[in-house]
């Protein structure tokens, strides 16, 4: 059974030999800038137009060794979710997979694999999003734990995240989480 650093290892070379732009986020990357945690699942933003969606997507998710579903795919492709998630074979682990026009990120290492972040303002901006959208309150407690972990232990553009928090409708999150 893979454990979590294999796990990405291979998620890491299935995307860089497919040539895939990508970028880890959630709670893979909220541990790389803010406090490490434990997760079952290893979130990824992808830039994949739909027709490298079910090519080379479905190709480096099986270099990953990854079960592969080409229809959720192409639910994903295709709906506005844009979200898909898979099964390791030889892993507990799961990969949510969001596809994304635009990526913004900075190199990294986890696990000793050489990798890529989502940037923290990014990061920042969709917890806050996780929270507002929470209707469990205990269910947000991490996102905000893990925000006000990112800005403790990493440099962010705090004026970018309050006028993204403004867009949002997060701005109250925002102020509450970053005045602590």
Do not use: H
């Not at 979710?81 to 990294?108: E, M, T």
């Amino acid at each position: 059974m893979d454990g979590l650093p294999v796990f990405i290892r291979k998620l890491v070379d299935g995307f860089t030999k497919e040539g895939l732009d990508y970028a880890f986020t959630g709670a893979l990357a909220a541990s790389f800038y803010g406090v490490p945690r434990t997760t079952a699942d290893v979130d990824v933003l992808v830039a994949v137009s739909p027709v490298d969606a079910k090519t080379k997507l479905a190709s480096a998710l099986r270099i990953a060794c990854v079960e592969v579903d080409e229809k959720k795919i192409n639910d994903a492709v295709t709906s506005g979710y844009k979200i898909a998630s898979f099964k390791g074979k030889n892993s507990p682990y799961k990969v949510g997979v969001i596809l994304s026009d635009q990526i913004r990120k900075r190199s990294g290492n986890v696990a000793g694999v050489d990798t890529f972040f989502q940037i923290p303002k990014d990061l920042i901006s969709e917890k806050l999003r996780m929270i507002k959208a929470t209707v469990q309150k205990e269910r947000a407690l991490k996102d905000e734990e893990d925000v006000k972990a990112i800005l403790r232990f990493t440099k962010v553009d705090k004026e970018a995240v309050r006028k993204q928090a403004k867009k949002d409708k997060t701005l109250e999150i925002w102020k509450t989480l970053s005045s602590r």
